[in-house]
C-alpha cells in the first residue's frame, strides 16, 4: 500500500470522531460539557490519523504476524 493511500485511509477513518463535533458543540452550549472538549479535539483528530496512518504500514504486519517459518 503507498503512502497516498495510508494517508487517505487515516484521514477518512477519522469522519466518525469528526461527526461528534456538532454533539459536542451542543452540550457546551447547554452547559453539560466544557468547552475545552472543543480544544481537544482537533488534537484527538491529529492523535487518531497519526495511528490509523502507522498502523497500516505493511512492513509492520508482516515482522511477528505469527506465522512459522517454514523452510
Same mark, same amino acid.
Given at each position: 500500500m503507498n503512502r497516498r493511500?495510508?494517508?487517505?485511509?487515516?484521514?477518512?477513518?477519522?469522519?466518525?470522531?469528526?461527526l461528534t463535533l456538532p454533539v459536542i458543540c451542543?452540550? =457546551? =452550549?447547554?452547559?453539560?460539557?466544557?468547552?475545552?472538549?472543543?480544544?481537544v479535539l482537533p488534537v484527538a483528530l491529529v492523535v487518531h490519523?497519526?495511528?490509523?496512518?502507522f498502523r497500516l504500514n505493511p512492513r509492520l504486519s508482516e515482522v511477528g504476524s505469527g506465522r512459522p517459518?517454514?523452510?
Open positions: 493511500t495510508r494517508i487517505c485511509i487515516a484521514l477518512a477513518s477519522t469522519c466518525p470522531t469528526l451542543l452540550l =457546551a =452550549a447547554v452547559g453539560a460539557a466544557p468547552w475545552d472538549l472543543l480544544v490519523a497519526a495511528i490509523n496512518f517459518n517454514t523452510l
